[in-house]
């Protein structure tokens, strides 16, 4: 089962998240801000982050920072999902991104697309 990690304050938000993906078949975990979203992503080891920029204590831009430099960290992929434009994400590695709101259709393609792409780059050992 693939795991994903959503960072995401808005409690309503990554609740339903996370039961959309569990519908889905993903084992799917949360964290409220970049802070508890690194210990997460150290202990858990998801195959794929869905991150919100703006949260309290350490934002999704903090976190993208911070997930940088970590070599083992590097190859989870990161999808951002925000209100902002993507031009504040210039200089950071990220997989995906979506403006907010968004479909659900739309985020479920994303995930699927994406964990495509890291399959094989994971079985290489990449």
Do not use: N, W
């Not at 998801?46 to 940088?68: H, I, K, N, Q, S």
Request: glycine fraction near 8%; charged fraction near 25%; charge should be negative.
């Amino acid at each position: 089962m693939r795991r994903i990690l959503i960072i995401e304050d808005e409690d309503i938000l990554a609740a339903t998240l996370c039961e959309i993906l569990q519908d889905e078949g993903y084992e799917a975990f949360t964290a409220r801000d970049g802070q508890d979203g690194l210990r997460l992503l150290a202990e858990r080891a998801p195959d794929l982050v869905l991150l919100d920029l703006m949260m309290p204590l350490m934002d999704g831009r903090g976190f993208l920072m911070a997930r940088a430099l970590d070599a083992r960290a590097q190859r989870i992929p990161v999808v951002v999902m925000s209100s902002a434009s993507r031009s504040v994400l210039q200089g950071h590695a990220v997989a995906g991104f979506l403006a907010k709101p968004f479909k659900l259709e739309v985020l479920l393609d994303v995930i699927s697309v994406t964990l495509s792409k890291a399959e094989p780059e994971k079985q290489r050992g990449g």
